[in-house]
């Protein structure tokens, strides 16, 4: 049974860090993408980062520079830091694992259940 569970979720003043966790289990994703995607209320899903082959990421370009993704193999756990937050990044975040790397969330297996991200103004 493959599951993905966030954590860390919560609320911060603009400007604070949150660091987000996406512990995997039923399975070893060190081979695969691992993204984190978030959707605010009334929009679309929208990519945030993603990290594959080894340690190649990827930002969209509103986090770049703000946001750092990185994995945990040897625990099976994904990981957003979030630095320089703003009130445009609240939403309910979510990890993701597929065998491609890829931007749009349909190319993605498998879903955490999100951790809200609240960022006061």
């Known amino acids: 049974q493959v599951q993905l569970v966030e954590s860390g979720g919560g609320l911060v003043q603009t400007g604070g860090s949150l660091r987000l966790s996406c512990a995997a289990s039923?399975?070893?994703?060190?081979?695969?993408?691992m993204g984190w995607f978030r959707q605010a209320p009334g929009k679309e899903r929208e990519f945030v980062a993603i990290?594959?082959?080894?340690?190649?990421?990827y930002y969209a370009d509103s986090v770049k520079g703000r946001f750092t993704i990185s994995r945990d193999n040897a625990r099976n756990t994904l990981y957003l830091q979030m630095n320089s937050l703003k009130p445009e990044d609240t939403a309910v975040y979510y990890c993701?694992?597929?065998?491609?790397?890829?931007?749009?969330?349909?190319?993605?297996?498998?879903w955490g259940q999100g951790t809200q991200v609240t960022v006061s103004s």
């Open positions: 993701a694992v597929g065998t491609i790397a890829a931007l749009y969330p349909a190319a993605y297996d498998y």
């Open positions: 990290d594959w082959s080894g340690g190649r990421t």
């Open positions: 039923g399975r070893t994703f060190s081979s695969y993408a």
